[in-house]
């Protein structure tokens, strides 16, 4: 590894203070040295930043690539995270992590397929029965970016009591709030929550605030799915800060977006004033958002938790009944207080189909569910979701049309708010954009087009604030002694490329990006895969 020195660069160094015009010298894997006229010495490779952008790599501290590094046969995520830019990721988000996994090999087979949506499928011989062996595996893998890990309470739930609705008992209660404490022991970055999720859904405020004590305890950010993002948006809000406040930690949440027509213009406004009023009480609550206006989930998600009852085979045996098909008509009409419906808030034809697990639902990719019900002849929508639902057991991912770009940019703009991909990785060739373009979108629409943020403010929304929400030292900023992680770019020319018509296209612009100290992108050129580090 040759040392590096950057030359004549606009060094915008992640703070979101005013660029500066200045030099940076690398050693080994470290900036050593940042100023003015810096002189090449005999072993350097100098890199002429003339006319570029220099900022830290960018940090995206929510991603669900948690299976990723074991997939040997499907590698190409790596050059999708650098030719974005982005040198760390954290996985193990909304509730949803590869372990811990439950020691029961039929509850274990449905909690990957119920992730399957969200985190591709699973190796049948990757069995994690602790977050400690998930971290294992890792170090022994192949990294091609930095990499960080929170553990995911639905994991940690399932484990303990399966996808059951019932109520923890305290011996439960004990077991999930020494997994939290061992998982952060071992080099956990944090705890997510994915209150939407089965079975996170049954969870109270009550039985959280006692679990997640020791990620009080020890510093760590506590990342949620709220509740609900539509009609329930502000009552999740309040129910996140009570949270936090019970559990003494840091929340940060994710996602921050306010779903549903009717919701628009008004009820991102109200969530927002009760992070400020905690804020003003010196309590820590973030939030992050993703730059596109449409969001990914699984289909399961439309199904209310009333009729899932805490069994998946369950509910897809009743799904097969005309009595069943009855019962989830009726259920898929009612307003919930604590579940967002999306059927009501956004309507059918908001919903599209972007991957399938089995051959026979994947002609449906591309295709909302009114156009499936009309082009194959069903009797209404809900016979659609019923046998989506039954052939491809609730695998099925999700595009919705959910929110307006107004509130998309009043999240931006605040000031605490950080970028995120919340890429999921479904198999299949038609991805949501954000998993390929999240972050240069930012530069090219957001500061270039639209200019709802700076080039400086969100050149920080991507490095050290995101980096410092996770407590990832050393990460997300242009410093003496922080690692050489770093992208080189002409804002004018650094963009996005992937749409959702065609999701799997990558962004295109990047002239160098640098990880620990190695050129890892050229000209939109891959040139190593293997340059990451497991973060503990």
Known sequence: MADLLIKNGLVYDGTGCSPQRSDIRIRWNRITEIKKDLVAESDDRVLDASGLAVTPGFVDIHRHYDQMPFRKNDQNYGEVLLRQGITTAVTGNCGISAAPQPADAAIRRAMKDYYAPVLGDFNESDYFPSFSSYLEALKSASLPVNTAAAVGMGAIRISVNGFSDERLTENQLARCRQIVSDALKAGACGVSLGLMYLPECYETVEELGEILKPAGKAGKTVSIHIRGEGDSLVKSVSEAIAIGRAAGC??????????????W?????????????????????????YPYNCASTT???LVPPAFVQGDIEKMIERLKTAEGRTELRRLLAKVYPDWDNYILSLGWDKITISS??????????????????????????????????????GNTAIVLQSMCQEDVDTVARLPYSCVISDAIYADTENPHPRMYGAFPKVISDYVKNRSILSLEEAIHKMT????????LSGIGAIKEGFYADLNLF????????????????????????????NIAVEDDTVLSLNRGRLIL
């Not at 009820?267 to 609550?285: F, G, H, K, N, W």
């Not at 004018?492 to 990880?515: E, M, N």
């Open 299 to 301: 289909l399961m998600s």
């Open 464 to 471: 050290l604030l995101p980096a410092s929400r996770m407590n």
């Open 356 to 393: 399938g697990t089995q051959k026979e639902c994947q002609k449906y990719i591309g295709m909302t569910i009114p156009e499936i019900a009309a082009s194959f002849h069903y009797s209404d929508e809900t016979d659609v979701l019923c046998d989506l639902l039954i052939k491809d057991h």
């Open 490 to 517: 002409d804002p004018a020319v650094f963009t996005d490329k992937s749409t959702y018509q065609q999701g799997k296209q990558l962004a295109q612009g990047l002239r160098w990006c640098i990880l620990n100290g």
């Open 265 to 289: 213009h008004k009820e991102i406004y109200t969530a927002i004033s009760l992070i400020q009023e905690a804020q003003a009480r010196d309590q820590e609550v973030y939030c992050d958002f």
């Open 250 to 263: 840091r929340m940060e949440i994710s996602h921050f977006k306010s779903c549903g027509l009717h919701n």
